[in-house]
């Protein structure tokens, strides 16, 4: 791909990514999910970072209407940097959104790991090899390794047989083969992913014989 292929490719995946989010501010207005489905069950993981989102958007707003005083009688700049305010603070909310209305969902037949508009990954449960309900600070990144912290913890595992293709937002493409994710409830998680886990193993016993 040529560089302004390449340059155009990731501006269209900017341009999709901050739709996305936007797109959630209403989801979360009206209390709905993304990606659910009757038959899938949501892990959400929102709340570890709500605190620091809530935190930051307060110090925005307070950054607006101090900046709207200040340049009360620059009607010109007052507006321009309205706008850029404004814009600002929906930006972060969306973070807050996107991660409520985006939660893990397990199925039958998959696990789907998100963070936000950012990650979406569906992973089949017949490729998972290990589960483990773990606490860990983010560790050092390591090749096939994908790290989703909260508040720069994870507390599930899961490692898989076969790599899961990830392409990130700059257009680089990852081969994953072990997730590092966060729950806010990750013994309900792994607890379900290793029942079905057992399930998926007596389901091919029973065809084999």
């Known amino acids: 791909m040529t560089g302004h292929g390449a340059a155009a490719g990731t ?3 900017i341009v999709r990514h901050e739709a996305r989010a936007m797109r959630s501010l209403a989801l979360w ?4 999910t993304h990606g659910v489905g009757v038959d899938g069950q949501a892990f959400g993981y929102a709340r570890g970072q709500a605190a620091m989102v809530y935190g930051i958007a307060f110090a925005c ?3 607006t209407v101090g900046i709207s005083y200040l340049l009360r009688d620059l009607p010109v700049a007052h507006a321009v940097m309205l706008v850029l305010d404004v ?4 930006t972060i909310l969306a973070l807050q959104s996107a991660a409520v209305t985006h939660p893990h969902v397990l199925t039958g037949r998959s696990l789907r790991i998100r963070r936000g508009v950012t990650v979406d990954l569906l992973v089949p449960l017949a490729d998972l090899t290990a589960v483990r309900r773990e606490l860990r600070t983010s560790p050092d990144r390591r090749p096939g390794e994908l790290t989703l912290d909260i508040g720069a913890l994870t507390n599930v595992t899961v490692e898989l047989a076969a790599p899961v293709t990830r392409t990130t937002l700059l257009g680089r493409t990852e081969r994953i083969t072990t997730i590092r994710l966060y729950a806010e409830d990750p013994d309900a998680l792994a ?4 029942s079905r886990q057992a399930a998926g193993r007596k ?4 065809v084999a014989r």
């Open 61 to 63: 707003l307070v950054e």
């Open 191 to 194: 607890r379900e992913l290793r």
């Open 29 to 32: 207005a009206a209390r709905r």
């Open 87 to 90: 814009y600002t603070l929906l």
């Open 203 to 206: 389901d091919g016993d029973t």
């Open 11 to 13: 501006l269209g995946r």
